[in-house]
């Protein structure tokens, strides 16, 4: 079965301290993993997508990278803007294909 | 685009009501998603349609929920009789292909059953 672990539940930060959350995950064959953005009230908003062991991609003060069994996502010298709820999803060929299945995300909260 | 479109954005209904949530998918797109999330149990995918036909709808929780997509812009999630229980945000997602694709969510209907 499918699985996406997320650590740690809730993050907080200084403005400006670095981190990194966690996204562990099992699959039957990788097709994408995936990061999501969700502020309150509002529906989940992409990130990025990555498809194998090695990839990195950035956005702004964002870096997410993957390994066989788990994904980071670098938040470098955060701002309180960056306060969200950060989710994980993966994509798999097999078992559950077509779909997306999502972590409980990691809370990060980030305060002046 | 609009991107995806769903209403009401807010629902309280009585025990025992039928509630319907709508969703308009990004023009183009071919896969369409229903998911529900809690705060205990994240967000789960309810049911999938790819070309308006329902591929995989082993998430819905009951025979109370059903959902249909009678055409590529419209899909409704109906409950059936509505239970205190089935309290969430509903999310509808459209993506444009199945493989490696990511898929954009709307802004949630936030159900609250009495």
């Known amino acids: 079965e499918d699985q996406v672990t997320q650590s740690p539940e809730a993050l907080r930060l200084q403005e400006g301290e670095s981190s990194s959350l966690n996204c562990s995950y099992t699959v039957s064959g990788l097709r994408g993993l995936f990061w999501y953005r969700q502020d309150p009230g509002k529906g989940p908003e992409f990130l990025f997508t990555?498809?194998?062991a090695g990839e990195e991609k950035e956005k702004e003060r964002l870096k997410a990278t993957l390994t066989k069994k788990e994904s980071f996502l670098h938040i470098t010298a955060p701002k309180p803007e960056d306060s969200a709820t950060y989710l994980c999803?993966?994509?798999?060929?097999?078992?559950?294909?077509?779909?997306?299945?999502f972590g409980k995300g990691t809370k990060l909260s980030v305060k002046p | 685009d609009a991107g995806v479109i769903q209403s009401p954005r807010h629902e309280v209904t009585e025990m025992g009501q039928e509630v319907t949530l709508r969703c308009k998918p990004i023009s183009g797109h071919d896969y369409l998603f229903w998911y529900r999330q809690t705060m205990m149990r994240g967000l789960e995918l309810l049911i999938y349609f790819n070309n308006n036909v329902p591929i995989d709808d082993s998430g819905m929780p009951e025979d109370r929920f059903s959902a249909k997509m009678p055409n590529a812009s419209f899909s409704t999630l109906k409950i059936q009789p509505s239970e205190p229980r089935d309290s969430a945000v509903y999310f509808c997602?459209?993506?444009?292909?199945?493989?490696?694709?990511?898929?954009?969510f709307g802004q949630g209907t936030r159900l609250t059953v009495v």
């Open positions: 990555l498809y194998s």
């Open positions: 997602a459209s993506s444009s292909n199945r493989g490696g694709t990511e898929a954009f």
């Open positions: 999803a993966v994509q798999s060929y097999g078992g559950s294909q077509g779909n997306l299945i």
